[in-house]
């Protein structure tokens, strides 16, 4: 069963058009976390929610942006997609205190046209 | 965000031997590690981990060294298999904890 899903896998937007990627987990993990990953590039940490409370990474630009309603569910807001930002997204939680690492989701992969 | 690289970017073996993949990282406060494998089109797979008050660890397969006083990590994989082919990146967790911090990155390649 998957435990960390995202919807959609394919996204098209134009370009500054406002899109939303979403992030669902069966895991119950309080700590959840965006990445952006580019073409032959790592995975890069945008933010996290360490159980409601946000975290940026400094170099996150203000395009971006996240909200989680609750434990399960967490999304990117990606307010005027640019062509740089054309990338796969990858959401991954992890249950703060234990020895375990993140579980991260299949990713969604973005286009900007 | 911290910096973790990687010495080789590719890295090709022949079925049955052995890889070793390395990675460098840069915060001396970083405590835990991980090594990822990830296939082309999915999400980075966790393989193995190691906390700092460790040098090595194994699994199935695998076995991961940490030096710490020159701020090496490596990851051995014994009798590599065609399967094993992908991307494999390390990563850090950084001040705090919460956060991780991903290297470059070695592309593995399987000879049949």
Known sequence: DAMVIQNPRYQVTQFGKPVTLSCSQTLNHNVMYWYQQKSSQAPKLLFHYYDKDFNNEADTPDNFQSRRPNTSFCFLDIRSPGLGDAAMYLCATRKEGAVETQYFGPGTRLLVL | ?112
């Open chain 2, 1 to 112: 965000g911290e910096s973790v690289g990687l010495h080789l970017p590719t890295l090709s073996v022949q079925e049955g031997d052995n890889s070793i993949i390395n990675c460098a990282y840069s915060n001396s406060a970083s405590d835990y590690f991980i090594w990822y494998k990830q296939e082309s089109g999915k999400g980075p797979q966790f393989i193995i981990d190691i906390r700092s008050n460790m040098d090595k660890r194994q699994g199935q397969r695998v076995t991961v060294l940490l030096n710490k006083t020159v701020k090496h990590l490596s990851l051995q994989i014994a009798a590599t298999q065609p399967g094993d082919s992908a991307v494999y990146f390390c990563a850090e967790n950084g001040v705090g904890g919460n956060q991780f911090y991903f290297g470059t990155g070695t592309s593995l390649t399987v000879i049949p």
